[in-house]
């Protein structure tokens, strides 16, 4: 890559400029570039910013001053990158370390992102059992789903949970509900999106260490049961996985962001020097 460096000669014409906004605006550049050299991005564009604010008519210097921005806004942009390139390596360790305690279904056929759920939690271990189950796919992003099949239809919508201190958190009523029928008997499902699940994820994440949590599933008639230790440690589990995720993912977008802004930035640069040509 090409960097603009402020040649002595080009210096020494902005400080013994015809003027004294010249020679000024010259001095303030000059503390400009130090200040960049030394890694001080933010002095750097605060003597630049006194340039423009104080000697408008400087062209020549403020022409310099637009170089030397796109310079620093470069380097902080390759800072940014290399910042978030270290922590995507730490997030990804910290994936590796817990990824294989979970089961990952995703039909490539027509899925392109799958979901991760906790093993005591698959559908095929669990059919006829009324329970709240969690899930997060790839990108981090967190559900609840709370399956009731204890009998006859309550049209249920919303579930609550609470520890025996008489503490609770209670979803609020789902968008996204649906009911069935095997082999007669009653299916119920509804989903909760995590960050508008009421707080129950983080409830139940609080509350890790407890034996058992009282569940309890509310419709036209509300129906109770108990989460036991294996359901709890589940859903902190997955609570915990979605945490990795979503940090990757916010990564990844700050990653494409200063890319972005890099290939912006460089496109300029190359202009500017077309146009010297």
């Given at each position: 890559?090409?960097?603009?460096?402020?040649?002595?000669?080009?210096?020494?014409?902005?400080?013994?400029?015809?003027?004294?906004?010249?020679?000024?605006?010259?001095?303030?550049?000059?503390?400009?570039?130090?200040?960049?050299?030394?890694?001080?991005?933010?002095?750097?564009?605060?003597?630049?910013?006194?340039?423009?604010?104080?000697?408008?008519?400087?062209?020549?210097?403020?022409?310099?001053?637009?170089?030397?921005?796109?310079?620093?806004?470069?380097?902080?942009?390759?800072?940014?990158?290399?910042?978030?390139?270290?922590?995507?390596?730490?997030?990804?360790?910290?994936?590796?370390?817990?990824?294989?305690?979970?089961?990952?279904?995703?039909?490539?056929?027509?899925?392109?992102?799958?979901?991760?759920?906790?093993?005591?939690?698959?559908?095929?271990?669990?059919?006829?059992?009324?329970?709240?189950?969690?899930?997060?796919?790839e990108l981090g992003e967190m559900?609840?789903?709370?399956?009731?099949?204890?009998?006859?239809?309550?049209?249920?919508?919303?579930?609550?949970?609470?520890?025996?201190?008489?503490?609770?958190?209670?979803?609020?009523?789902?968008?996204?509900?649906?009911?069935?029928?095997?082999?007669?008997?009653?299916?119920?499902?509804?989903?909760?999106?995590?960050?508008?699940?009421?707080?129950?994820?983080?409830?139940?994440?609080?509350?890790?260490?407890?034996?058992?949590?009282?569940?309890?599933?509310?419709?036209?008639?509300?129906?109770?049961?108990?989460?036991?230790?294996?359901?709890?440690?589940?859903?902190?589990?997955?609570?915990?996985?979605?945490?990795?995720?979503?940090?990757?993912?916010?990564?990844?977008?700050?990653?494409?962001?200063?890319?972005l802004k890099i290939q912006f930035?460089?496109?300029?640069?190359?202009?500017?020097?077309?146009?010297?040509?």
């Open positions: 890559m090409k960097k603009i460096i402020l040649a002595a000669a080009t210096l020494a014409f902005l400080l013994s400029g015809c003027n004294s906004d010249s020679k000024n605006a010259g001095k303030l550049f000059q503390r400009a570039e130090l200040a960049f050299a030394a890694g001080d991005y933010n002095l750097a564009r605060l003597q630049i910013d006194s340039i423009r604010t104080y000697y408008p008519k400087a062209v020549d210097v403020r022409k310099a001053g637009i170089h030397l921005m796109q310079q620093i806004d470069l380097q902080e942009q390759h800072k940014t990158l290399a910042y978030l390139d270290s922590m995507m390596t730490v997030k990804q360790a910290e994936l590796d370390s817990i990824k294989g305690n979970f089961v990952l279904e995703k039909d490539t056929a027509y899925q392109e992102i799958g979901n991760y759920f906790y093993p005591s939690q698959v559908v095929e271990k669990n059919i006829g059992r009324s329970f709240l189950r969690a899930q997060v796919n559900s609840l789903t709370s399956i009731y099949c204890a009998g006859g239809n309550i049209h249920h919508t919303a579930v609550k949970v609470s520890a025996n201190d008489d503490t609770f958190a209670e979803t609020p009523a789902s968008t996204d509900s649906y009911e069935t029928t095997d082999l007669g008997r009653a299916i119920e499902k509804a989903d909760y999106k995590v960050g508008n699940d009421g707080g129950v994820a983080a409830y139940i994440a609080a509350n890790k260490d407890k034996k058992s949590l009282k569940l309890e599933f509310i419709g036209d008639r509300n129906y109770k049961t108990t989460m036991y230790a294996n359901d709890i440690k589940a859903i902190t589990e997955v609570s915990n996985l979605a945490r990795i995720l979503a940090g990757m993912e916010e990564i990844r977008k700050e990653q494409k962001e200063a890319n930035v460089t496109r300029k640069i190359e202009e500017g020097e077309a146009k010297q040509e």
